[in-house]
């Protein structure tokens, strides 16, 4: 009956990490994207393309295009912590986390093409 009851208690307790990870997984992927969609999007577009009247002013490059996918993803992160021309900083108002969770978006909106 015991050994019942723990093997059960650890069926939950997978579960539970199971769901846990599942769900802070979708929470990081969420929150990149709507990072993206509130501080990002205005100038790079919602879908990194640039194609936005600011964009276009400021001759921002498609995140798909071989220039920004050929920067490693320390060149990314640095440009989105430190800012670069008309890009702004964001290593005041964004964790590192965010910051990196970030660039692991533009990769991944950069391979959509
Ligand atoms: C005010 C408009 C503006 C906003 C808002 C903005 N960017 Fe940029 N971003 C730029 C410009 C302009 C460049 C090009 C800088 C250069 O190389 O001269 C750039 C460049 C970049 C680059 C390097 C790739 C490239 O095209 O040179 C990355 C990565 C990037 N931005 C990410 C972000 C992220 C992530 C955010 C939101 C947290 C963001 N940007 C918000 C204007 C903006």
């Known amino acids: 009956m015991l050994k ?3 093997g059960l208690q650890r069926a939950f307790l997978a579960v539970i990490v199971a769901v846990g990870t599942l769900w802070s997984m979708t929470l990081v992927a969420q929150d ?5 969609k509130a501080k990002c999007a205005a100038c790079h577009g919602a879908d990194g393309k640039g194609d936005t ?3 276009k002013k400021l001759g921002l490059r498609d995140f798909s ?3 920004v996918q050929k ?4 060149e990314l992160t640095t440009i ?5 021309e008309k890009m702004p900083s964001y290593k005041k108002s964004l964790k590192p986390e965010q910051i990196k ?3 692991a978006y ?3 909106l950069g391979s959509k093409k």
Do not use: C, H, N, Q
Request: hydrophobic share 40%; net charge negative; no cysteine.
């Open 32 to 36: 990149a994207a709507s990072l993206y």
């Open 80 to 84: 989105i912590a430190d800012g670069k």
């Open 4 to 6: 019942m009851k723990t």
């Open 106 to 108: 533009i990769r991944d």
């Open 71 to 74: 920067m490693s993803d320390a």
């Open 65 to 67: 295009s071989p220039e």
């Open 53 to 55: 009247p600011v964009g």
């Open 101 to 103: 969770d970030l660039t």
